[in-house]
């Protein structure tokens, strides 16, 4: 199943909260990105990180924190502070965060805002 | 910033026709494009990429072009099928020695819809 896991794969949330999101990957890659996917917009880099311990804002993190204290863990905070958190978010890893290689996604989370 | 800009944003063709989506890209160091389709309601998945140093890649009925001067490169899918209909994302990757390796930058999508 591509070795990358997002969940959960539906979630809500109330105005005001914190909601994290998981994201898994067993496939040894140094490289993991979160991506936000919104109709008409592609996807847009939230954070990504290159190797463990390390990470770097996307084109859109505002609102948003990540950690990366483990290889295969990438978990995505969506705060208070982000002001249109409803979205379809996706989880990505590639083997190497020092060249470009192909990236391989998670199933996705579709987080809404209720 | 980087950006990628990707056309059509919907594309609609007869079943056996082929069709092209077209991206282009800002930052001239970048070195690595891919594409992917996305199926309703699943993960995006490569299904063809090319890396600079090459001009045109073919896999069965799926080509990309890439034009370094111009900043293009462009999908070509030939005798369409009914499972074609999806979403296809372009993407550039950055150059190195930027801090930026390894980031995919993505176009904003094209709905193919193949019709029977």
């Known amino acids: 199943d591509g070795g990358i896991t997002q969940s959960p794969k539906y979630l809500f949330r109330k105005e005001g909260q914190n909601v994290t999101l998981s994201c898994e990957q067993n496939?040894?890659?140094?490289?993991m990105y979160w991506y936000r996917q919104d109709p008409g917009q592609g996807l847009r880099l939230i954070y990504y990180s290159q190797i463990v311990n390390d990470f770097q804002k996307g084109d859109i993190a505002e609102g948003y924190s990540v950690s990366r204290e483990k290889k295969e863990s990438f978990p995505l905070t969506v705060t208070s502070a982000q002001k249109n958190p409803t979205a379809f978010y996706l989880c990505?890893?590639?083997?190497?965060?020092?060249?470009?290689?192909?990236?391989?996604f998670g199933q996705g989370t579709r987080l809404t805002v209720v | 910033g980087e950006n990628v800009e990707q056309h059509p944003s919907t594309l609609s063709v007869q079943e056996g026709d082929s069709a092209v989506i077209k991206c282009t890209y800002s930052d001239s160091a970048s070195n690595y494009f891919p594409w992917y389709k996305q199926e309703l309601g699943k993960r995006p998945q490569l299904i063809i990429d090319i890396r600079s140093n090459v001009g045109e890649k073919k896999d069965q009925r799926i080509a990309v072009t890439l034009n370094k001067t111009a900043k293009h490169f462009s999908l070509h899918i030939t005798e369409t099928q009914p499972e074609d209909s999806a979403v296809y994302f372009c993407?550039?990757?950055?150059?190195?020695?930027?801090?930026?390796?390894?980031?995919?930058?993505f176009g904003q999508g094209t709905t193919l819809q193949v019709k029977p």
């Open positions: 993407a550039a990757g950055l150059g190195v020695g930027s801090g930026n390796t390894g980031k995919l930058i």
């Open positions: 496939l040894n890659h140094d490289a």
């Open positions: 990505a890893s590639s083997i190497s965060g020092t060249s470009n290689t192909e990236a391989f």
